[in-house]
């Protein structure tokens, strides 16, 4: 990445609209590991990096602090509305910091659109670049952290102990953290908007794939791909 984090946290500091913002973000923490600040700034400074220039800057941060201030559980059945409802409750918060109203709505189409829940293709660049940031977050080995805190969270087994690959099963990520990998975390590297992105999300899936070989030799049991 062009920048550090920490350059991308003074960034914030110095610039009264988006420190109020992430103080927002802040006052709604509920303690899930896999959405919280560190999540936020990453995503912030990836999306940041993928517009190369061709969005505000400050539009992409206040979009990747925001993007996930409704937080809905993974097993809610309105989880496909976390990212509209995220998009609602940004509107406010973006007015009150007096953002333009068009880029407002700018901010408010990426939240939307960024969401693998919703199954959306965004209708902006900066969605593209919002969506590629937090799908990142979903591979290597934070997206290997990730799945298996959420899993801890669901209450899930780490693996089907006697069919781990899902030979003769469906399978069902919300029982068992490797499906996940198999339903979700493999494919995301097809789903890339940005040249930044599909090349960071393959270098991160081979990550995904060297520890399932691992798995499988661990458990005796070649992973089957």
């Not at 991308?8 to 899930?32: C, H, M, P, W, Y």
């Not at 990453?42 to 190369?52: E, H, P, Q």
């Not at 189409?109 to 829940?117: E, M, N, P, Q, T």
Request: glycine fraction near 6%; aromatic fraction near 8%; include cysteine.
């Amino acid at each position: 990445m062009s920048s550090s984090i920490l350059d991308l946290k003074n960034r914030i500091d110095a610039d009264t609209s988006l420190f109020a913002i992430l103080q927002e973000v802040r006052k709604r923490a509920d303690g899930d590991a896999a959405h919280n600040e560190a999540h936020l700034l990453r995503v912030a400074l990836w999306t940041k990096n993928f517009s190369l220039g061709l969005i505000p800057e400050k539009n992409a941060i206040a979009a990747a602090l925001l993007h996930d201030f409704i937080n809905v559980p993974k097993n809610s059945p309105d989880r496909d509305r976390a990212s509209s409802l995220s998009a609602e409750a940004a509107e406010p918060i973006l007015l009150r910091e007096k953002f333009q109203r068009e880029d407002i709505r700018s901010i408010q189409l990426a939240i939307r659109d960024h969401s693998f829940s919703r199954g959306a293709k965004p209708e902006n660049f900066l969605g593209e670049c919002l969506q590629d940031a937090d799908r990142l977050e979903a591979l290597g080995a934070i997206g290997i952290m990730r799945v298996f805190s959420t899993g801890v969270k669901l209450g899930a087994e780490y693996f089907h102990s006697a069919d781990p690959w899902a030979k003769n099963r469906e399978r069902d990520d919300l029982h068992y953290s490797v499906d996940h990998f198999f339903k979700k975390l493999l494919t995301l590297e097809s789903t890339m908007n940005t040249a930044g992105g599909r090349l960071e999300a393959k270098k991160r899936t081979e990550t995904l794939r060297q520890f399932l070989v691992s798995l499988g030799e661990e458990i005796g049991e070649p992973c089957v791909f």
